[in-house]
């Protein structure tokens, strides 16, 4: 996001006047989540959020390593939560209908994710060459059996991972079997998707959704001028 995310990070980016963060809080809370129940993991530029957090009553994880370690150990900050209840994982640099997070806790699976059907036209708008920028994504039954290699053809991508999953605390004791087993990544590194490539190679089954509602990433400037024209309210 090179000088937006100079003073910020990337969450407090704005779209038509509202942060991705407060747009990301709104669907929990539509989807029914009252602010006692929804966390943030905070890693670069994390005293902005101190305001936000006490003034809403959010439970706040701190990644204090964040500058040498990716999105996994970001996410075992909020071990206190996982490893108890259920919970709705998401990233915070996205924009999601309330239903996706709707339709994951009712699955009622150790481990859910969704898969965006309207990728490929998104894409499109996003870049000259969508399959520059995808990564393949397949389920067979409902059933996650390949994620984050490098697509040769558009047939090789069923659907968008869109960085919402489901975890059980029984789905959860899962993924920490499987980051003490040898992965292709050190644990510091592991990103989200490779993590679940891992989950899937060693046997553990991960239910997937297919979704068609709203929902936007943000990697980039051009997207934050792609998207605004085509921004609704989240409960529409």
């Known amino acids: 996001m090179g000088e937006d995310t100079a003073n910020i990070p990337k969450c407090m980016i ?5 942060s991705l963060l407060d747009r990301c809080i709104e669907s929990l809370k539509i989807a029914g989540f009252e602010y006692k129940d929804i966390g943030i993991v905070s890693g670069y530029k994390h005293e902005i959020l101190h305001e936000k957090i006490q ?24 071990d206190e939560w996982l490893h108890k209840e259920p919970c709705i994982v998401c990233y915070s640099d996205i924009i999601f209908h309330p239903n996706v997070v709707i339709r994951l806790i009712a699955s009622n699976s150790e481990i859910v994710i969704t898969s965006f059907t309207g990728y490929w036209e998104l894409w499109q708008k996003r870049f000259s060459d969508p399959l520059d920028d995808l990564e393949t994504f397949k389920s067979r039954n409902g059933w996650l059996i390949e994620i984050g290699k490098k697509p040769k053809y558009k047939d090789d991508i069923q659907g968008q991972y869109m ?24 644990l ?10 891992h989950l899937v190679e060693q046997g553990h089954g991960v239910r997937t959704i297919e979704c068609c509602e709203q929902w936007y990433e943000f990697d980039s400037i051009s997207d934050i001028k792609t998207y605004p024209v085509q921004i609704t309210n989240n409960n529409s």
């Open 14 to 18: 704005t779209l038509d006047g509202r």
């Open 55 to 78: 003034t809403l009553g959010l439970k706040h994880f701190h990644n204090s390593n964040w500058e040498t370690t990716n999105m996994v150990s970001s996410l075992l900050t909020g």
């Open 163 to 186: 960085g919402i999953l489901y975890f059980k605390p029984s789905g959860w004791e899962k993924v920490k079997q499987t980051i003490e087993r040898p992965m292709t990544w050190p």
């Open 188 to 197: 510091e590194k592991l990103d989200l998707t490779t993590l679940l490539h």
